[in-house]
């Protein structure tokens, strides 16, 4: 397993921008998919986007579709989530997985999590 730590998340107007970033331990991330996972209050955790191994591939929700982008830099072990045209059902709280897999969308494909870190998007 790999440990993981989210920085980057805040509070920002309707329409802004943020950059999360997950900064992950260990020798082997690039044998890692990586993914990023949010959960609102009241609400289920949903799957946001992940990245391969080397990043070529990359999966997105429709809801983030077109306004986020993930990336990844082996070099830094950091996988990042920019966000941009927030809007304030993007609310939640926002967590790094990874997975052994290439890559993955379902959440129970992931065996490493980071601590999440908080995003508020005010109206």
């Known amino acids: 397993q790999v440990q993981l730590v989210e920085s980057g998340g805040g509070l920002v107007q309707a329409g802004g921008s943020l950059r999360l970033s997950c900064a992950a331990s260990g020798r082997t991330f690039s044998s890692y998919g990586m993914g990023w996972f949010r959960q609102a209050p009241g609400k289920e955790r949903e799957f946001v986007a992940a990245?391969?191994?080397?990043?070529?591939?990359?999966y997105y929700a429709d809801s983030v579709k077109g306004r986020f982008t993930i990336s990844r830099d082996n070099a830094k072990n950091t996988v990042y989530l920019q966000m941009n045209s927030l809007k304030p059902e993007d609310t939640a709280i926002y967590y790094c997985?990874?997975?052994?897999?290439?890559?993955?969308?379902?959440?129970?494909?992931?065996?490493?999590w980071g601590q999440g870190t908080q995003v508020t998007v005010s109206s």
């Open positions: 997985a990874a997975t052994r897999r290439l890559i993955a969308t379902a959440g129970n494909a992931y065996d490493s």
């Open positions: 990245v391969s191994w080397g990043g070529t591939n990359t």
